[in-house]
Nanobody, 118 residues
Framework: QVRPVESGGGLVQPGGSLRLSCTAP????????VSWYHQAAGKEREWVAV???????YYADSVQGRFTISKAKDADTVYLQMNSLEPEDTGMYSC????????????WGQGTQVTVSP
């Protein structure tokens, strides 16, 4: 069982940037993919971005061109670089591993809060 740990959230002005981190020990060697999710207050959790075990990445339309998901070369860490942030991006960001390997079927981390406000 793998338990991701998210970090990097905070308060930022519109147009600013943040880099979130998702650390899940062992996910690289076990060929797991990693997805980032966003949940605004009072709304359902929505998928934001994914990096597959083979390195291919995909994004939700709402963040396309603004967010970039990437993998650390020397650690079991996935980043979400968030640029041109908007108030609508405010919310809790969490990550989860996935894949055919049962090891990848881990639990959610506690998430990291992002607030975009003047």
């Amino acid at each position: 069982q793998v338990r991701p740990v998210e970090s990097g959230g905070g308060l930022v002005q519109p147009g600013g940037s943040l880099r979130l981190s998702c650390t899940a020990p062992g996910f690289t060697s076990n060929n797991c993919g990693v997805s980032w999710y966003h949940q605004a207050a009072g709304k359902e959790r929505e998928w934001v971005a994914v990096i597959r075990a083979d390195g291919f990445t995909y994004y939700a339309d709402s963040v396309q061109g603004r967010f970039t998901i990437s993998k650390a070369k020397d650690a079991d860490t996935v980043y979400l670089q968030m640029n041109s942030l908007e108030p609508e991006d405010t919310g809790m960001y969490s990550c989860q591993t996935f894949g055919v390997n049962p090891f990848c079927q881990g639990t959610w981390g506690q998430g990291t809060q992002v607030t975009v406000s003047p």
